[in-house]
């Protein structure tokens, strides 16, 4: 049987309350999960002119980002947050709409 390699990561950034770029995984779905403190996780539109979709998260509490979906995070408080993917041919975009680049 053969296997994949993951990759989990854990962030506490202590000055940064924002990402400034929205993610995406082509590979698989991501666990992202707050373990202490409390973050936001937007999830840009899918349609055009479309609203973002957020999701609030609380020490204890996950949610997967389906494959293929923009997301960035916010923090609200200092926090430590845990993520796991696929992270071969992820791709990261500029808020500012300075461009993309994979990993």
Do not use: N
Request: with cysteine; net charge neutral.
């Amino acid at each position: 049987m053969a296997t994949t390699p993951l990759a989990p990561s854990t962030s506490s950034p202590p000055r940064r309350t924002s990402v400034d770029h929205w993610e995406m995984h082509p590979e698989a779905g991501e666990a992202v999960c707050c373990l202490t403190g409390a973050v936001r996780l937007h999830f840009r539109p899918t349609e055009p002119g479309g609203a973002e979709e957020t999701v609030r998260l609380r020490a204890g509490s996950a949610v997967i980002v389906p494959r293929d979906r923009r997301h960035r995070v916010r923090l609200d408080a200092p926090s430590d947050l845990m993520s796991l993917t696929l992270r071969q041919g992820t791709r990261r975009e500029r808020i500012e709409g300075q461009g993309e680049h994979a990993e």
